[in-house]
């Protein structure tokens, strides 16, 4: 069975520097995607970036970056230059391959909170 | 373009009352989702569809029922609510292929069961 694993509950960071939160997924696919998902206070879950499995090159989108290391399942996420609008609770989550179908596993989450 | 809708945002049952949570997509997606959020459990997966007609259990299905009459509309249906059912509910949708996994998100309904 897949899973995704996010060991941080909380953490916090002064606005401007950079925080990375870290994520690690167990699965038996070869082809899969794996993504962050912001969840600020109003609820809404926002796509923050997606990173498909088999491309090497981290994916990057603007202040967000991953680090992805495949061979250690491992997808961290870092955001530089934090602000205060960066505040809420971060998703990691990882699909299927062939099989996929929309279908998303979820780890428990890290609330980040940006510092004035 | 109103993306995925669910209703309502806030809502109190009692103990073995029903309901349906609503949750319409305009984007013509095929593939549609429930997932429910829990304090330090993430969201898992409830139901989903791969299109109309077609439904299938996802991990947490007991209590559940859904059913997708047309490409628009997934309902989830809770048949007589428990305490255990108290949760955020999310309904998401998202096309086929290459796209197929990144999700759209309905801005999520409260459901307190006392």
């Known amino acids: 069975a897949q899973t995704v694993t996010q060991s941080q509950p909380e953490m916090s960071v002064q606005e401007a520097e950079t925080v990375t939160l870290s994520c690690t997924y167990d699965?038996?696919?070869?082809?899969?995607?794996l993504f962050w998902y912001k969840q600020p206070p109003s609820r809404q879950m926002i796509l923050v970036i997606r990173?498909?499995?088999?491309?090497?090159q981290n994916a990057t989108e603007n202040r967000f970056s991953v680090n992805f290391q495949k061979a250690a399942k491992s997808f961290s996420l870092k955001i530089s230059d934090s602000q205060l609008g960066d505040t809420a609770m971060y998703f990691c989550?990882?699909?299927?391959?062939?099989?996929?179908?929309?279908?998303?596993?979820f780890g428990q989450g890290t609330t980040l909170q940006v510092k004035p | 373009n109103a993306g995925v809708t669910q209703t309502p945002k806030f809502q109190v049952l009692k103990t073995g009352q029903s309901m349906t949570l609503q949750c319409a997509q305009d984007?013509?997606?095929?593939?549609m989702s429930w997932y429910r959020q829990d304090p330090g459990m993430g969201l898992r997966l409830i139901h989903y569809?791969?299109?109309?007609?077609?439904?299938d259990q996802g991990e947490v299905p007991n209590g559940y029922n859904v059913s997708r009459s047309t490409t628009e509309d997934f309902p989830l249906r809770l048949l007589s609510a428990a305490p255990s059912q108290t949760s955020v509910y999310f309904c998401?949708?998202?096309?086929?292929?290459?796209?197929?996994?990144?999700?759209?998100f309905g801005n999520g309904t409260r459901l307190t069961v006392t």
């Open positions: 990173q498909e499995a088999y491309k090497q």
């Open positions: 989550a990882s699909s299927g391959g062939s099989s996929n179908t929309g279908k998303l596993i």
């Open positions: 699965t038996s696919e070869n082809n899969y995607y």
């Open positions: 998401a949708s998202s096309y086929s292929g290459s796209r197929v996994n990144t999700l759209h």
């Open positions: 569809s791969v299109g109309a007609g077609i439904t």
């Open positions: 984007m013509n997606h095929e593939y």
